[in-house]
């Protein structure tokens, strides 16, 4: 199994709502991250899991709030979120961290904050 | 800090048309990645380089970086119109203590059958 898996596909949330993405790998990895990607930019990097335990978190607002409960599952927490926080949210493993080694990403969650 | 510049930033070809792809960093590449990305997909895994004048191939595609490890090319042979889509190299950058990933702007691709 090489694949990392993103739940939901869509999401459409209100200002004052609470929410939870999904992300899920089985292939043994170690490192876990969450990254943003806006219409037409490259992805940026939140905040990166390494043995379950946030080795980075980019200075991203406390309305974020990720979570690893085990080596194949990471979460974000999203509450009280602002319109501009629309987004394409992307989940990537590796084997380990640091780097230097490939990254695999899943197929993301379309987040829309009305 | 170390930026990835893309050339060009977006192309179209004719079927079956070989394309070259450019990624220059301002400061030395200890890993270079390829990646694709379909529309509001997420990125799918090319290809790794980290050594100087090293050079991968995979299917169609073929992608080599430098001796001086500053900049690396994507070529694509024959394109297809499944080559379709945003080309991104990314660099592994050590930043305020940490080690991240960070991405070039992205070279969009169109393939014309």
């Known amino acids: 199994d090489t694949e990392v898996t993103q739940t939901p596909k869509h999401l459409v949330m209100g200002m004052t709502n609470k929410k939870s993405l999904k992300c899920e790998q089985h292939?043994?990895?170690?490192?876990m991250y969450w990254y943003k990607q806006k219409a037409k930019k490259p992805p940026e990097l939140m905040f990166v899991?390494?043995?379950?335990?946030?080795?980075i978190n980019e200075s991203v607002p406390s309305r974020f709030s990720p979570e690893c409960p085990n080596s194949s599952l990471l979460n974000l927490h999203l509450h009280a979120l602002q319109p501009e926080d629309s987004a394409l949210y992307l989940c990537?493993?590796?084997?380990?961290?640091?780097?230097?080694?490939?990254?695999?990403f899943g197929p993301g969650t379309r987040l829309t904050v009305l | 800090s170390q930026e990835l510049e893309q050339s060009p930033q977006s192309l179209i070809v004719q079927e079956g048309k070989n394309l070259t792809i450019n990624c220059t960093s301002s400061?030395?590449?200890?890993?270079l990645y390829w990646y694709k990305q379909k529309y509001g997909e997420g990125l799918i895994f090319l290809m790794m380089?980290?050594?100087?004048?090293e050079e991968k191939s995979h299917e169609k595609i073929t992608a080599k970086l430098d001796e001086k490890k500053q900049q690396s090319s994507l070529h694509i042979t024959a394109s297809q119109p499944s080559h379709a889509g945003i080309y991104l190299c990314?660099?592994?950058?050590?930043?305020?203590?940490?080690?991240?990933?960070?991405f070039g702007k992205g070279m969009k691709l169109t393939v014309n059958p």
């Open positions: 990537a493993s590796s084997q380990y961290y640091p780097l230097y080694n490939e990254q695999f």
């Open positions: 292939m043994g990895h170690r490192a």
């Open positions: 400061k030395t590449l200890y890993g």
């Open positions: 380089l980290q050594k100087g004048g």
């Open positions: 990314g660099a592994d950058i050590q930043e305020g203590g940490s080690e991240k990933l960070v």
């Open positions: 899991y390494s043995y379950e335990k946030l080795s």
